[in-house]
């Protein structure tokens, strides 16, 4: 990765309250915590974090244990809090302290562990900024002046090479390098600054959801989880285990159209109506 020019691009990650997959216990969220990561690998120290919700949820400390490992031995976390309780929205909040902080490149997790988790912020919070939405990084591999370049997860283990112009927002993937080990000294030693001035607004879309249990949907597309370039590869090159299907040659336009037909008929669909 090539560092970016911290008075040209100022770097901020997101966070939120996560919980332990098997236990339920409290602490960060595993793809904020990757985005924290890439943050740090990005910025080093000058990495700035910004949580919109409560100073006394215990994940806070968590991602400021992060600060460590990095050339300057000295340096303490800060993060930006946004007073908000769960009844508030958050995107008018950091949509306002992230157009005033100076930050071109914001990074993210995909959804929250907690509250909805629906994964729509990142895009509401780009489109109230008006910056380029990015989803599903992997690394970022170069920021500049006004762009940033960055490989992009796809199904079956592919990447995707991105070019996109700042000011945008990345959202990081599962598949991004792991975050280091929370440390209880940058942790103690972290500040958390609690930002005053800014007014909460009122979550009323919300009070008109009606609530019901999921019901079974469509079958994601497999991401290939290993981070080995040979296995990528290899489901990459897979060929398709579809069979059955046949190959038609020498028919008339009249003919093969009548095939074709057919085998809408028996695929159920073209209906006689249709036809």
């Known amino acids: 990765m090539t560092p970016p020019d911290a008075a040209a691009c100022p770097v901020v990650a997101l966070v939120s309250s996560g919980h332990h997959p098997v236990s339920g216990r409290p602490g960060r969220a595993r793809e904020d915590a990757r985005a924290v990561e890439m943050g740090l690998t990005l910025a080093g120290a000058r990495l700035r974090l910004v949580h919109a919700g409560n100073a006394d949820e215990p994940a806070l400390r968590d991602y400021l244990g992060m ?11 800060e993060l930006a809090l946004l007073p908000m309780t769960t009844a508030d929205d958050a995107v008018p909040l950091l949509a306002t302290w992230l157009a005033n902080s100076g930050c071109r490149l914001v990074l993210a997790g995909q959804r929250a562990e907690c509250g909805e988790g629906s994964g729509l912020l990142p895009y509401l919070l780009a489109e109230r900024l008006g910056w ?90 497999k991401v290939v989880k290993s981070g080995n370039a040979r296995d990528r590869f290899r489901a990459a090159a897979a060929k398709s285990s579809a069979a059955g299907g046949q190959v038609l040659t020498d028919l008339t336009p009249e003919q093969a ?19």
């Not at 992009?152 to 280091?180: F, K, M, N, W, Y």
């Not at 103690?188 to 009122?202: F, S």
């Open 257 to 275: 159209a009548n095939r074709l037909i057919a085998y809408l008929r028996e695929e159920k669909i073209l209906n006689d109506e249709m036809s």
């Open 67 to 77: 600060y460590h490992g990095l050339d300057d031995s000295a340096a303490q976390g």
């Open 132 to 221: 380029t939405i990015v989803s599903g990084a992997a690394t970022i591999e170069r920021v500049g002046a006004d762009r940033v370049t960055l490989l992009q997860v796809l199904p079956q283990g592919q990447r995707r090479r991105l070019e996109v112009s700042l000011p945008c927002l990345i959202t990081v993937d599962a598949l991004a390098p792991p975050p280091r080990q929370s440390a209880f000294g940058p942790a103690r030693r972290g500040r958390i600054h609690v930002v005053d001035g800014l007014t909460a607004e009122e979550d009323s879309a919300s009070g008109e959801w009606q609530w019901q249990p999921a019901r079974a949907r469509p079958k994601r597309l």
